[in-house]
């Protein structure tokens, strides 16, 4: 199966949603960090850095 930014019912929301393209920069890193719903916290497992480079390409799919 392919992956897509589209998500997939169990396998992730999509980054590419209304809701996703309207959530601020902060929004996304709580959400990245913390975990959200089924999705797992990332604290710890990524960087500051990394954080903020996957908040950056998710943002970038809503500029094309």
């Given at each position: 199966?392919?992956?897509?930014?589209?998500?997939?019912?169990?396998?992730?929301?999509?980054?590419?949603?209304?809701?996703?393209?309207?959530?601020?920069?902060?929004?996304?890193?709580?959400?990245?960090?913390?975990?959200?719903?089924?999705?797992?916290?990332?604290?710890?497992?990524?960087?500051?850095?990394?954080?903020?480079?996957?908040?950056r390409?998710?943002?970038?799919?809503?500029?094309?």
């Open positions: 199966m392919e992956k897509t930014a589209e998500g997939r019912h169990f396998g992730g929301p999509s980054l590419i949603s209304d809701k996703t393209a309207a959530a601020s920069t902060q929004d996304l890193r709580n959400v990245i960090a913390n975990g959200k719903g089924h999705m797992p916290k990332f604290d710890g497992k990524l960087t500051a850095e990394e954080i903020d480079t996957l908040v390409q998710i943002q970038a799919l809503h500029r094309k």
